[in-house]
């Protein structure tokens, strides 16, 4: 699953994410790659049980998270579009429904 976009939103995302994991080792992992600066996350690497939370999180939140966190300029819409995209892209890879979802 490919995602493009800004460091600014990459770093956005993960930090989305660190804040809902329930696996701290990944999270832990997701915070190094945001203090190293390293601009990807391949997420076949993590163990199946923090893809599927990681998709979860994606799916249920990161949008309207987007649309109360992130600042009101003038490409706000295009921002939040790029999230839709990535939470599109997860469908678009397989990977399954979650229960409840």
Request: charged share 20%; no cysteine.
């Amino acid at each position: 699953m490919d995602w493009t976009a800004t460091g600014g939103l990459f770093d956005w995302t993960l930090e989305f994410l660190i804040s809902r994991l329930s696996d701290r080792a990944t999270a832990e992992q997701l915070q190094e790659i945001v203090d190293n600066n390293l601009g990807s996350l391949w997420l076949h690497e993590l163990p199946g049980s923090a893809q599927q939370e990681i998709i979860g999180h994606l799916r249920s939140g990161l949008v309207s998270a987007g649309e109360a966190q992130l600042p009101d300029t003038g490409q706000k819409a295009v921002v939040l579009g790029q999230l839709q995209e990535l939470v599109d892209a997860t469908h678009a890879a397989g990977f399954p429904e979650q229960p409840g979802s």
